[in-house]
């Protein structure tokens, strides 16, 4: 897709995330399943919850604009998960390796965030006054796990791994 305007950049960034989400979807109860720590293993499965309506309002977003929901390849998402998954696999100490997914799963917020904090400005810009509030609400609940897991990883696992 040739980008050639605002509202080209949003609907290819709207795909790229769209992506990002659905290999994000697929990829928590792996994550889930890797943790030791129960706590950790709770929050990737409330997060798993979330990831599906935030897949299904991206949805709205790409109906609204008249557009159909499609994915672009997001080499960045591909490669964050990749690691997390080699991380789960080459790390043998439980406690350690629930460290490790917990930066792997702040990687994958932190780029969740800067994409929604894009996607917001843009749709704010092109006066997509619906998108906007759809994106703010899913960049909300980023930020609440990113925050989430640091205080997972301040309180207990990173102490654990220690």
């Not at 977003?61 to 997390?84: H, K, Y």
Request: glycine share 4%.
């Amino acid at each position: 897709m040739a980008v050639k305007s605002m509202n080209d950049l949003f609907l290819h960034t709207l795909k790229d995330i769209y992506y990002a989400e659905k290999q994000i979807y697929k990829s928590l109860p792996k994550m889930a399943k890797g943790a030791a720590a129960p706590e950790l293993k709770k929050a990737f499965e409330k997060h798993r919850e979330e990831t599906e309506q935030q897949i299904e309002r991206i949805e709205k977003i790409f109906e609204s604009c008249g557009a159909a929901a499609r994915s672009v390849r997001c080499e960045a998402m591909d490669g964050i998960l990749a690691e997390a998954k080699e991380t789960m696999e080459e790390i043998d100490d439980s406690s350690v390796c629930d460290a490790g997914i917990v930066a792997s799963a702040q990687t994958v917020e932190h780029y969740e965030i800067a994409r929604y904090g894009a996607l917001i400005a843009w749709a704010n810009q092109l006066g997509m006054k619906e998108a906007s509030r759809l994106l703010s609400e899913t960049l909300a609940e980023e930020k609440k796990t990113d925050e989430l897991l640091t205080q997972l990883a301040r309180q207990s696992i990173n102490q654990a791994a220690a």
